[in-house]
């Protein structure tokens, strides 16, 4: 399974956390600060592996980002390269040629992405097309239902 | 400032949060920000305590935007469990999120959702569903997971694929919280392979495997289910194109790597599995797409499946083929698994991964850090009696121009492929100065005794080891390990060193004031640390007996750190003087040239683990004569000390070089790494002594067993045996010989005799009889036995085997 998923600028502030197993928030803290100085200090054209503890740590630099996914032992690292690669996708057709800054400003709507594509540390929905459709179907749902949560009840 | 263009009906961002974000990002300073964040938290607690008034959820995200910057949030668990049983669904949404984000199982809070969760999960709206069945897989609790198990399992059985999909991975999450869940879900589970929708389809491989990797039974029911798992990887391989799943050409490859995982824990130790989708795995071996990363990812997961499982052996060349295939890619990420793959193998599948040695070999050259750390790892599991010299080569190249964090590791892998591979003594040496030179400072500390143990049992390179020590020195005396070697070395072989001819190195004029000269040097530096300026100092002293003409100048260096500061210099140069002055007459003894040191530690090479039991030795070290300093490295002041100060011992005269009271290992290959050199037995082909007892008492009995070591010398074994059935305790031995007849008792292995014989005593005596008189020994015997001290005294005149 998946251990966690970070994402981080180059200036090492954080944009998006999720982790799959519970955690104390001083462990989760240090484990930021780690994944940022092992990653940020990668020289460049070397390759997006590396070993940590007893997890393999997968990171991809996507314009200023940094995705860093942690998998077990027994994981795919290619697939992982993949995973990332797809979330990056879903972003992107969301918000249109996504930026970090539409990540900063819609950050809930980041998760809601993420939610529907992954859980619980496993793949939930392997193909693009439906985890589109479901995020707008829920977008939706939240705007009929506020309007119609809105009118009185009598 | 910012932009949004949606090209779809997306929903309007919230105004209030991305004002409160941009008040932040506008802050200058630190202190700035601190200042703004704590603004609006309080706004935020405000707002929580108000009635609801429908900005709810904009509170909520704007505290989980802080709580993301590292503030502080708790305060806001209990707006998320209210939120979450809001019947708003953007309330649910962000409720929810918060959850996940704010609090874990260990929050007494989390407890309370539990219901709301619940409630949900039967929720006409399969979006609300969706929330709740997401939390619970995120941050379930073991009590969550119980209660609300029946309920999973019924939505994985009755529901639309989407609930479905999702339901599967709330079982996987149950599962691993409660383990004896897994059977609850079996059956479901089974049934979901049946499905077409690739979300479920991968839900239900990811649930089943792991009810497979927690529970035998699981395993064993699940493995009928390979030939349907074959049909579906079949159906993804040789379809065509489909939209919806397709990845640069390879339909599903998240799934399709999920199957083969399964197929593999399934067909591990098992003949028949593995025989079900030799088949399907040569086809997905030989048919994907290899260009694209994704395809890869599918081709690596097949050959971590066919090496893992019970393939036929040309499947297995097969994948071993396309590691080999992957160490050329020029993607450095196919490089780096290629060779973690291949370290997996390289213990069972020797041979293959050998073919590739040539790229693996090459891979040391790599910029990246990682596949460096690979490669290594790699070649030295590669190095074999057959290809030692030209890995050899490639190694010490590695060396020279390695990352620091990996010299350590290449300079001691070296090291353990030398000892073990060596084609001939020379070589080894030189592979070892080689290393010395370049990396000395990285290796481990047993590497100097280990070397002088070497260089002294090669007594043919002798004089063509000290020359290049020698010269080695003069060029360089930061490397401790090196200089250490070099100035024992010179002390001990100084005089072949100035005789100056020696065939394999070209010839060096050397006079005795440059050897001291070279000494000085490493005396004086203070590059030098304390051990090594210890070397040098003995060295200089034994050099007193090799030279002819500059004694008096050692003498004088001695006398000048008889009052060094340090410690250990000081006492060594008040013996060494001591030995100029009133010991002179045994100078020339203490200073003799080194017998070949045994072998102490047992088999064990730079402390590479043979998982050989260590036979015991007595704990002789290298202590074994008695009448000649030690060459260990700190140890040379006690026992200098032990020589000057003993009482026990009798003056001796020296053996003659080469020969001592001890037989040497003959020759014994000690690069092998082989039979510890016992001291006892083992060193020649004799017949089994026979043991003669000598005592015998209420079942405690003392047999010995003499053997012969030369002309003059011999070994007494001593073994004490209880076959009584009382304990017998402090059981000590102590032996009497003619006066002519010397006599050195070493160290009993214990003095605890317990009942029935459960463990022995031994001890080994040495006895040289260099007049050949009558040999006899008087022998006493004391212990405790049910406590009453027992001591006895017999005399042995007959010694069988002399």
Same mark, same amino acid.
């Given at each position: ?33 780690? @994944? ?82 992954? @859980? ?28 119609? @949560? ?5 | ?9 997306? +929903? ?92 874990? &199982? ?32 995120? +941050?379930?609790?073991?009590? +969550?997971?119980?209660? $609300?198990?029946? &309920?999973?399992?019924?939505?994985? %059985?009755? /529901? ?23 059977? $609850? ?88 599995? /593995? ?14 797409? /290899? ?20 393939? &036929? ?41 050998? %073919? ?43 060396? /020279? ?190 200073? &003799? ?159 605890? $005799? ?49």
């Amino acid at each position: 399974m998946m251990r966690f998923l970070l994402l981080f600028s180059r200036q090492g502030r954080l944009r998006l956390q999720k982790w799959f197993t519970p955690m104390m928030d001083r462990e989760k803290k240090k484990i930021i600060r780690d @994944m940022t100085t092992m990653v940020l200090s990668r020289q460049p054209r070397t390759c997006n592996f590396m070993q940590w503890k007893d997890l393999k740590i997968i990171y991809k630099r996507y314009a200023s980002l940094y995705f860093c996914l942690a998998i077990e032992s027994q994981e795919n690292e290619l697939l992982a390269l993949e995973v990332i690669h797809r979330y990056v996708e879903l972003l992107d057709k969301y918000f249109g040629n996504v930026c970090e800054l539409d990540i900063i400003f819609n950050f809930e709507k980041a998760y809601f992405i993420l939610d529907e594509f992954l @859980m619980g540390g496993e793949i939930q929905e392997t193909s693009k097309q439906i985890v589109n459709r479901s995020i707008d179907a829920s977008d939706m749902l939240q705007e009929t239902l506020e309007e119609y @949560m809105s009118k009185p009840a009598f | 400032m910012l932009q949004h263009s949606y090209t779809h009906t997306a +929903m309007s961002p919230s105004v209030p949060l991305q004002e409160m974000i941009r008040a932040i990002r506008s802050a200058r300073t630190q202190c700035e920000e601190r200042g703004v964040i704590q603004r609006e938290c309080a706004a935020i607690r405000a707002q929580f305590r108000q009635a609801d008034n429908g900005g709810r959820s904009h509170n909520l995200a704007k505290l989980l935007y802080v709580h993301m910057l590292g503030y502080p949030a708790h305060f806001g668990q209990m707006e998320c469990v209210r939120m979450i049983a809001s019947s708003r669904y953007s309330e649910k949404r962000v409720g929810y999120l918060g959850a996940m984000m704010l609090l874990d &199982e260990k929050q007494d809070a989390s407890l309370l959702i539990t219901n709301s969760i619940k409630n949900d999960l039967s929720h006409s709206n399969q979006y609300v569903q969706s929330l709740a069945l997401c939390t619970l897989a995120c +941050m379930g609790s073991a009590e +969550m997971c119980r209660d $609300l198990a029946p &309920e999973i399992d019924r939505l994985l %059985r009755a /529901s639309n694929s989407y609930i479905k999909k999702k339901a599967a991975l709330c079982a996987v999450h149950i599962v691993r919280k409660v383990h004896e869940l897994g059977e $609850l879900f079996a059956p479901a589970a089974r049934s979901l392979l049946s499905e077409k929708n690739h979300g479920v389809l991968h839900g239900a491989v990811v649930l089943i495997t792991e009810l497979c990797e927690r529970s035998s039974e699981s395993l064993e029911r699940f493995r009928k289910t390979v030939p349907d798992l074959v049909q579906i990887m079949k159906g993804l391989v040789i379809s065509g194109y489909s939209p919806e799943h397709d990845v640069a050409g390879i339909s599903d490859p998240f799934l399709q790597v999920r199957l083969l995982r399964l197929l593999r824990i399934l067909g591990r130790n098992n003949e028949t599995a /593995s025989d079900a989708m030799n088949d399907l795995l040569a086809q997905v071996a030989t048919n994907t797409d /290899s260009t694209k990363t994704v395809g890869n990812a599918v081709l690596y997961e097949t050959v971590l499946t066919v090496l893992d499982i019970k393939s &036929e052996s040309g499947l297995r060349v097969l994948a071993v083929n396309i590691l080999g295939r992957f160490l050329l890619n020029n993607d450095r990420n196919i490089r780096y698994i290629a060779m973690t793959s291949l370290q997996k193998i390289v213990g069972t599948d020797h041979n293959a991964v050998q %073919r590739h040695r040539g790229t693996i070999v090459d891979c040391l050259k790599d910029q990246d850090a990682s596949v460096k750390r690979r490669a290594l790892d790699l070649s030295l599991a590669l190095v074999s009696a057959s290809n030692i010299r030209s890995m050899m080569k490639e190694l010490l190249l590695f060396l /020279s121009s390695c990352p620091p964090e990996l010299r350590s590791q290449a300079a001691n892998g070296i090291f353990t492929a030398a000892e073990r591979y060596a084609p001939s003594k020379r070589w080894h040496i030189d592979t070892i100065l080689h290393v010395l030179i370049t990396a000395g400072g990285d290796v481990r500390d047993e590497t100097v005794p280990n070397l002088i143990q070497l260089i002294t049992n090669t007594s043919e390179l002798h004089c063509y080891t000290v020359h290049k020590l020698y010269r080695a020195l003069l060029s360089d005396i930061s490397q401790q390990s090196l200089v250490q070697v070099a100035c024992w070395c010179i002390g001990e072989y100084g005089d072949l060193l100035l005789r100056g001819d020696c065939q394999e190195v070209e010839p060096m004029q050397v006079c005795e004031d440059d050897v001291l000269d070279a000494l000085e040097t490493v005396l004086q530096s203070h590059m030098s640390s304390t051990a090594t300026r210890g070397f040098a100092l003995t060295a200089t002293m034994k050099l007193s007996t090799r030279i002819t003409d500059n004694v008096d100048r050692i003498r004088s260096i001695v006398s000048i750190y008889g009052s060094c500061i340090d410690l250990e210099l000081q006492q060594r140069a008040v013996e060494y003087n001591a030995l100029f002055k009133k010991y002179d007459h045994m100078r020339a003894a203490v200073l &003799e040239r080194m017998p070949v040191i045994e072998r102490n530690s047992s088999g064990l090479i730079n402390g590479d683990p043979t998982g050989e039991p260590v036979k015991e030795v007595q704990p002789s070290k290298v202590k074994t004569e008695v009448s000649l300093p030690l060459p260990q490295a700190a140890d040379q002041t006690c026992d200098l000390l032990d020589l000057l100060s003993s009482s026990e011992q009798q003056p001796q005269s020296p053996p003659a070089a080469g020969s001592s009271i001890l037989t040497q290992p003959l020759g014994t290959d000690c690069s092998a790494g082989r039979d510890l050199l016992d001291l006892l037995g083992g060193l020649e082909p004799t017949p089994p002594p026979t043991a003669v007892t000598v005592y015998e008492k209420d079942g405690v009995t003392l047999t010995i067993v003499c053997e012969k070591q030369s002309d003059s010398a011999m070994t007494v074994t001593l073994t004490g045996f209880n076959s009584s059935d009382c304990d017998v305790s402090s059981f000590t031995l102590q032996a009497a010989v003619p006066k002519s007849v010397q006599l050195h008792m070493k160290a009993p292995s214990g003095d605890s $005799l317990p009942a029935g014989g459960a463990a022995k005593v031994t001890q080994v005596v040495l006895l040289n009889n260099p007049n050949k008189v009558n040999l006899k020994m008087r022998i006493r015997v004391s212990y405790s036995c049910r406590g009453s001290t027992v001591q006895e005294t017999v005399q042995v005149d007959s010694f069988p085997g002399l």
